[in-house]
């Protein structure tokens, strides 16, 4: 009899199961698809070539994550690389606000009127932000806070809404630049906890960076696969579980899954029939002929670049998605640049480039053409540049990745108190009905990202058992 069979092997899944392993438990995967990766995956989508990620594509919370730290993934293959500049934030009048490594440089975008404001909210966090990181990733009640102070002050302040911090500024840039940091998440700009949203981005930005993996996202799945092989796990591919029954004994179960599907799979019935999922996404990966046309000149160095024109027309995007139930007319999208950093991306002088905008959940129609326009405002004649286009909305990704229920690539609402408890309200959230029986996913806490701590913590919870039984 195994110790412990994961299902699912997206980073969560296959982190926890490294984390079993390492400890000396019998571990094997279970994952549906032909490859690991779940939301780390890269194909190539369009051309021959052009490596695309269908889902997770820059890594700022990965490259700051307690649980990958504390991995030989470097030896497995993993490199993060860094463009010139983390993140910009391009206006139409063709400047930018950026968020660099360096907080003076991130002010200084601002303005001189928030420069200052900017430094006093950032700069007290900055030096304490590895044990910061990993305090409030490992909560709930799966490690003693280290730095409780710290925590608290960050606490106090993140857990207001973004638009309280953002009232501080004065000026339109640093207000859209951090209102672009809360959509991350397609969370409302006025919701509970929003600011802590924003707080993070920037900080993990100005200590690690907001990195590629060189290769793709599927470089930090391949690598936790290596790794747990090494430590003499097993994994088993193109398998689907449908029951309990499809897996071979074991002393626990852990599922990298949505609550949805663990609950059809184990007969929990309604367990979890409180659990909201939040608005999906189109996104269009694209093969182009060159680099994005950007007419802000810190746009063309940066490896993500967010598309606002300003606060407000971002707020209005995340309520049409959210709250209205439409697509939004100008949406607010993230890109990423991979190849402006990574020439293993695409053809010498051709470029990947991965965008999406949000949508209600479930939405079947096409953004295409509402997205081309709105990059259009601050790259023009970027269509020109596009050689083949691979388009996905909620059924796609739901289809390639079922733990987007709907299109939610977050795997569950970022919003209301579900933003700190989740999957529901629990001591124990990696727990279920039944004691052999745990859940891993980016439903659980910290949430989404590819950070692999949501297996981490969970890892924590069945180790406890299995060495009590």
């Not at 094997?28 to 890269?42: L, N, P, Q, S």
């Not at 990966?285 to 407000?312: C, F, H, M, N």
């Not at 795997?411 to 029986?437: D, E, F, M, N, W």
């Amino acid at each position: 009899m195994l110790d412990a069979v994961v299902v699912g092997a997206g980073p969560n899944g296959l982190t926890a199961a490294v984390e079993l392993a390492r400890r000396g438990f019998s571990v094997a995967v279970f994952e549906a698809r032909d490859t690991v990766g779940g939301g780390a995956r890269t194909e190539e989508l369009t051309l021959p070539g052009f490596r695309h990620d269908p889902c997770a594509a820059a890594h700022p919370l990965g490259i700051s994550s307690p649980a990958f730290r504390a991995l030989p993934l470097e030896r497995y293959g993993l490199e993060w690389l860094h463009a010139e500049l983390p993140m910009a934030h391009p206006f139409t009048d063709g400047s930018a606000a950026v968020l660099s490594r360096s907080v003076a440089e991130t002010a200084a975008s601002f303005g001189p009127r928030d420069a200052g404001t900017y430094r006093r909210l950032v700069e007290p966090f900055l030096p304490k932000w590895d044990t910061l990181v990993r305090d409030f990733m490992s909560l709930p009640l799966t490690a003693l806070p280290r730095d409780p102070v710290t925590l608290a002050r960050f606490g106090m302040a993140g857990l207001l809404p973004s638009t309280w911090l953002t009232s501080r500024f004065r000026d339109e840039r640093a207000k859209t630049l951090f209102a672009g940091l809360v959509a991350h998440v397609m969370a409302p700009l006025s919701g509970f906890a929003t600011g802590a949203v924003g707080l993070v981005f920037a900080l993990a930005a100005h200590a690690r960076g907001w990195p590629v993996a060189r290769g793709g996202s599927q470089s930090i799945s391949d690598a936790l696969a290596a790794y747990l092989k090494d430590l003499g796990g097993e994994i088993h591919t193109d398998y689907e579980v449908k029951r309990l029954d499809d897996l071979p004994p074991a002393r626990a179960y852990v599922f990298d899954t949505s609550p949805t599907a663990l609950a059809k799979i184990a007969g929990f019935g309604n367990y979890y029939e409180n659990f909201r999922y939040g608005p999906g996404v189109f996104k269009i990966d694209y093969a182009l002929d060159g680099p994005v046309p950007w007419t802000a000149k810190e746009a063309r160095t940066a490896g993500t670049v967010q598309i606002g024109a300003d606060s407000t027309e971002i707020g209005n995007a995340l309520r049409a998605a959210s709250r209205e139930n439409r697509a939004p007319d100008k949406p607010f999208m993230i890109t990423v640049q991979p190849s402006v950093v990574d020439p293993t991306r695409a053809p010498a002088g051709k470029h990947v480039f991965w965008a999406y905008g949000h949508v209600p959940s479930g939405w079947t129609g096409d953004l295409t053409d509402a997205l081309e326009r709105q990059l259009e405002r601050f790259a023009p004649d970027f269509r020109d540049r596009v050689l083949a286009r691979a388009t996905a909305g909620p059924p796609e990704l739901a289809a390639r990745n079922a733990n987007y229920v709907g299109g939610d690539i977050g795997s569950g609402a970022v919003s209301g108190l579900q933003i700190l408890l989740r999957p529901k309200l629990s001591l124990s959230p990696y727990s279920t009905p039944h004691p052999a029986v745990f859940i891993c996913s980016s439903a659980t806490p910290p949430g989404p990202g590819v950070h692999g701590m949501s297996g981490h913590n969970a890892a924590k919870a069945v180790w406890r058992r299995l060495r009590q039984s």
